[in-house]
């Protein structure tokens, strides 16, 4: 209830949820977390499909403070989960997202520069080590990767605000 005990502001949850589970996608799926290769396109996304939510769904103006909170708090949420679901998927299934993004461009670099594919697949054999995970590794990286990816989703919400708010004009 934290967030939602403002009085006359609408629910943030949905919308906090929908922005999350974006960047839970973006970050674990298959062949879909290469998306965040892209300057953290996929983490951006999440915290403008929070602030679209938000807005759309209540029809209220948010500030670019006001939405880069709320893609933050999106990306915060959804980084902290992202490394659980990582995790789960590891120990489960033995999946480790990411991998494969990191595989592809592995390859593409070694193309790119020939004379790097030594340390492109040494860079593979460290990203697919074994590694033994305790419950302190989880909740300090859960805490380091919701602060990392809490800035890039706000920029995400501000991206958002900064549209609509130009589409409003140029139907004005």
């Known amino acids: 209830m934290g967030a939602d ?7 943030k949850a949905p919308a906090l949820i929908a922005g999350a589970a974006i960047l839970i996608l973006t970050t674990t799926v298959p062949y879909l977390t290469i998306v965040n290769a892209f300057m953290f396109a996929g983490v951006i996304f999440s915290g403008s499909v929070a602030a ?10 948010l500030s670019y403070g006001e939405s880069f909170v709320l893609g933050a708090m999106s990306g915060f949420i959804g980084g902290a989960l992202s490394v659980l679901a990582g995790f789960l998927l590891e120990k489960w299934f033995g999946y480790r997202p990411g991998v494969e993004s990191v595989r592809l461009l592995v390859e593409w670099g ?9 340390t ?14 305790s419950l302190t590794d989880i909740l300090v990286s859960m ?15 501000r991206l958002t605000v900064f549209v609509l708010k130009r589409q409003a004009r140029r139907a004005a």
């Not at 005990?5 to 629910?11: E, L, S």
């Not at 679209?52 to 103006?61: E, L």
């Not at 492109?120 to 995970?133: D, G, S």
């Not at 805490?143 to 919400?157: D, E, N, R």
């Open 52 to 61: 679209y939510i938000y807005i759309i769904r209540h029809q209220i103006r």
């Open 120 to 133: 492109f697949r040494q860079m593979l054999a460290v990203v697919t080590a074994p590694i033994e995970v």
């Open 5 to 11: 005990t403002i009085p006359g502001q609408p629910r």
């Open 110 to 118: 070694s193309r790119v520069a020939p004379e790097e594919a030594a």
């Open 143 to 157: 805490l380091i990767t919701g602060v990392f990816y809490a800035p890039f989703s706000g920029l995400g919400g």
